[in-house]
């Protein structure tokens, strides 16, 4: 069993940064691949980016590119979603998932295995 924490929400004004972390616990974390999701009072929980198992290949969702970054440390078992320029409009619930199974670069829920407890961003205008 796989499970996953995550840190490092909080509140931040617009234009400014957050980190979040996820750390893995479990069995052959390097082996999976890892995402970010979000969820939004009222919306459905929306891909953000993800990575697979050796950090060398990254997605992102065109409403992040260019601002997030998704890296991860398998020497630590730890994936982490590095948000810059933040707007309001990233106010969410975010959370990260691991893939156990399938190996690629999943950018829907059903695609992935491990879900974390969710962890809030808000950001102010």
């Known amino acids: 069993q796989v499970q996953l924490v995550e840190s490092g929400g909080g509140l931040v004004q617009a234009g400014g940064s957050l980190r979040l972390s996820c750390a893995a616990s479990?069995?052959?974390?390097?082996?999976?691949?890892m995402g970010w999701f979000r969820q939004a009072p009222g919306k459905e929980r929306e891909f953000v980016a993800a990575?697979?198992?050796?950090?060398?290949?990254?997605y992102y969702a065109d409403s992040v590119k260019g601002r997030f970054t998704i890296s991860r440390d398998n020497a630590k078992n730890t994936v982490y979603l590095q948000m810059n320029s933040l707007k309001p409009e990233d106010t969410a619930v975010y959370y990260c998932?691991?893939?156990?199974?399938?190996?690629?670069?999943?950018?829907?829920?059903?695609?992935?295995?491990?879900w974390g407890q969710g962890n809030q961003v808000t950001v102010s205008s």
């Open positions: 998932a691991a893939d156990e199974f399938l190996g690629f670069l999943g950018t829907t829920p059903r695609n992935y295995d491990y």
């Open positions: 479990g069995r052959a974390f390097s082996s999976y691949t």
């Open positions: 990575i697979r198992w050796s950090g060398g290949s990254t």
